[in-house]
C-alpha cells in the first residue's frame, strides 16, 4: 500500500485529481469505482473543473458507485444516486446510462445485488475504485466484522456510523438502518484502489487500516492485500501512523515517472 500524506483535504483532493487524469488519458473509456460521503466533494469539485478546463473527458467512461441507503428513491435528497447527480454527473460529460449505482428501493434485494456484480463483470472490471474510510474501519459500507470475502449485498449499519451520518439527515433517527454496498471482495477485484482520508477522527482508522493487523474488525485493513493501492491523507489523519517519516520520504523519492 502506497501512504501519501499531503498538507491538508485541497492538498489530498488535488493529489488524487491527478491519478484520475492520468487513468483517463490512459485508458478513456475506464470503469471507475465511485464513491459517496464529505471527503470525495473536494475531488468531485476539481474533476469538473478539470473537465471545463477541457482536460478531462468522462464521455467513454462507466461508473459504479460503492453503495445506497436502502428504502430512500432517487430523488432523495440524502440518497445516493442524488449526491452523484449534484456533485458530478451533472456536471461532466458521462453517459447517464453508463452510471450505475445499487437501487434503493430493489424488491428483490439479494438479485438486485447479484445483477450489480454481474453488470461489473460484463463491463469488464472496475479499472480505479475510489473510497473513503469510516472512523470504525469500514470501506463501502462494510462495517466491522464483514467478511473479507463479501460480495454486493444488504448490510445494517452500526450505531456509529449512523451516528457519523446524521449530520447529513438532521438527525439520526432520519438515517435509515440499512444499505446495499459492495462487498470487501468485489472491491478487492478492482485493478486499483484509491483510498482518501481526512481529520483527526480518522487517525486511528488509517493506522489500523495501513499498519495494524488484517482483520475483519477493520475491513479496510484487506486493502494490505491489494497489489495496487494508494492511501492519500492529510496530516491530521496521519497522527497515529508509526511510520509517517517513512511514508513521506518515500513520496520526496518517487521517481519522475511515477508521479501524476
Ligand atoms: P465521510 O465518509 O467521507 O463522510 O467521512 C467516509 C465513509 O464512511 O466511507
Redesign the pocket.
Given at each position: 500500500m502506497e501512504v501519501i500524506i499531503k498538507a491538508d483535504p485541497a492538498a489530498v483532493s488535488k493529489e488524487a485529481a491527478g491519478i484520475f487524469r492520468k487513468q483517463l488519458r490512459e485508458k478513456p473509456a475506464s470503469v471507475l469505482g465511485l464513491?459517496?460521503?464529505?471527503?470525495?466533494l473536494g475531488l468531485y469539485r476539481d474533476l469538473v473543473r478539470l473537465h471545463r478546463a477541457g482536460e478531462l473527458s468522462f464521455a467513454h467512461t462507466t461508473t459504479f458507485n460503492l453503495d445506497e441507503y436502502l428504502g430512500l428513491p432517487a430523488h432523495h435528497p440524502q440518497s445516493y444516486r442524488r449526491y452523484m447527480q449534484e456533485n458530478l454527473f451533472l456536471h461532466i460529460d458521462v453517459d447517464p446510462a453508463r452510471t450505475h449505482i445499487p437501487d434503493g428501493l430493489a424488491r428483490d434485494v439479494p438479485r438486485h445485488c447479484q445483477d450489480y456484480e454481474q453488470i461489473i463483470t460484463d463491463a469488464g472490471g472496475i479499472d480505479l475504485q475510489l473510497?473513503?474510510?469510516?472512523?470504525d474501519g469500514?470501506?463501502?459500507?462494510n462495517e466491522p466484522g464483514s467478511s473479507l470475502g463479501s460480495r454486493t449485498r444488504i448490510k445494517t449499519l452500526t450505531p456509529r456510523?449512523i451516528a457519523?451520518?446524521a449530520r447529513f439527515f438532521g438527525s439520526e433517527d432520519a438515517v435509515p438502518r440499512h444499505v446495499i454496498t459492495m462487498g470487501v471482495g468485489t472491491i478487492l477485484e478492482a485493478r486499483h484502489c484509491l483510498v482518501?482520508v481526512t481529520?483527526e477522527n480518522?487517525a486511528a482508522a488509517v493506522a489500523a487500516t495501513a499498519e495494524g493487523p488484517i482483520t475483519a474488525e477493520v475491513p479496510a485493513s484487506a486493502l494490505q492485500f491489494h497489489r495496487k493501492c494508494t492511501l492519500i491523507i492529510d496530516e491530521a489523519a496521519s497522527t497515529q501512523l508509526k511510520r509517517g517519516d517513512y511514508y513521506r520520504w518515500v513520496y520526496d523519492h518517487k521517481p519522475e515517472w511515477q508521479r501524476v
Open positions: 464513491a459517496t460521503g464529505g471527503t470525495p473510497l473513503g474510510l469510516g472512523s469500514h470501506i463501502g459500507f456510523t457519523d451520518n482518501l481529520g480518522k
